[in-house]
Nanobody, 124 residues
Framework: VQLQASGGGLVQDGGSLRLSCTTS????????IGWFRQAPGKEREFVGT????????YYSDSVKGRFVISRDNDKNTVYLQMSSLKPEDTAVYYC??????????????????WGQGTLVTVSS
């Protein structure tokens, strides 16, 4: 499966932004879709994920309550709605696809398919 993330840009502290992850092919519904991010000089970080069938979501503690992931299987698209953005949310955001077991949903290695990333910059 090929993934394409879009929607990044520059936003002010406290603002909102919605990222989209579109996929090619008819296998979209076979994967959990997740988001990771990587800030300059920092390690890659799990943001959240949504399951393929029931749409169950999991989030990192750093974004819980501010970010919401949803998916539209008819459009082969997953959304990351980001609100109350902070400068520390500045990073390249990647959408990923895989079928991790529950204990591994926060691990990058559990997602074999990665998109190219989209940059989100939050100014203070």
């Amino acid at each position: 499966v090929q993934l394409q993330a879009s929607g990044g840009g520059l936003v002010q502290d406290g603002g909102s932004l919605r990222l989209s992850c579109t996929t090619s092919g008819s296998t979209f519904g076979n994967y959990d879709i997740g988001w990771f991010r990587q800030a300059p000089g920092k390690e890659r970080e799990f943001v959240g994920t949504i399951s393929k069938r029931r749409g169950r979501t999991y989030y990192s503690d750093s974004v819980k309550g501010r970010f919401v992931i949803s998916r539209d299987n008819d459009k082969n698209t997953v959304y990351l709605q980001m609100s109350s953005l902070k400068p520390e949310d500045t990073a390249v955001y990647y959408c990923v696809a895989g079928n991790p077991i529950l204990s591994e949903i926060r691990m990058a290695r559990a997602y074999p398919h990665w998109g190219q990333g989209t940059l989100v910059t939050v100014s203070s």
